[in-house]
């Protein structure tokens, strides 16, 4: 075999394995903005039973680092906008934004009201 033929056999299996981690990166981040979303509630959840005792009316207090699709790096948001995007209540949020549903996102966080 010449050296053409085994550079040729060399180059195929890494070629397939740079397309096949090209295609399993670009997977992984088309689901970043669930995993932030679910990262952000996860954080408000503990500080509404740990810090507020599941008491829905502070829900307003709480605050979350989140990263919407269009923001350039993650930003701080109300926890209540973090619960209608949780809760299919609203698609995008904005900072300042309030809970539509305060109980209902309290519930979703295992508190009993």
Known sequence: MNFGMKLLLFLIPVLVLVVA???FTSWLSSGRETIDIEHAFTKGCAQL???YNCDFTTIKKIEVQY???DDESPKIY???GICNLKLNLKSVIYAEE???DPRACARLCGCLI
Do not use: D, E, R, S
Request: net charge positive; no cysteine.
């Open 98 to 100: 309030m809970a539509i």
């Open 21 to 23: 981690a090209a295609l």
């Open 49 to 51: 039973k740990t810090v």
């Open 78 to 80: 109300k926890f209540g």
């Open 67 to 69: 990263q919407q699709k």
